[in-house]
Nanobody, 117 residues
Framework: QVQLVESGGGLVQPGGSLRLSCAAS????????MDWYRQAPGKQRELVAI???????NYVDSVKGRFTISRDNAKNTVYLQMNSLKPEDTAIYYC???????????WGQGTQVTVSS
């Protein structure tokens, strides 16, 4: 059974930091591209950050320079370090695993991030 379990969300003031974690089980983690998505109320889910099998990363423009995605294949875990948080970063953040070629993918249940004073 495949599971992606996110943690680390919460309430933080503008300018603060959070570190999200996503622990995977039931998959060969090192063979999966890992993504973080987010969905704000009333908006479509958007891709925030990607980390490939080789560790290459890419980010949506709105988070470049503030967010960092990383992975630890030994721990089957992907992280999203979020710094200089803004109210517009408020959303449910989802972990996503996908094989590089093909239609196999999995989603976590999401973790709420709220940026507010």
């Amino acid at each position: 059974q495949v599971q992606l379990v996110e943690s680390g969300g919460g309430l933080v003031q503008p300018g603060g930091s959070l570190r999200l974690s996503c622990a995977a089980s039931g998959i060969r983690f090192s063979s999966y591209v890992m993504d973080w998505y987010r969905q704000a109320p009333g908006k479509q889910r958007e891709l925030v950050a990607i980390i490939t099998l080789s560790g290459s990363t890419n980010y949506v423009d709105s988070v470049k320079g503030r967010f960092t995605i990383s992975r630890d294949n030994a721990k089957n875990t992907v992280y999203l370090q979020m710094n200089s948080l803004k109210p517009e970063d408020t959303a449910i953040y989802y972990c996503h695993a996908r094989i590089p070629i093909g239609a196999i993918d999995y989603w976590g249940q999401g973790t709420q991030v709220t940026v507010s004073s």
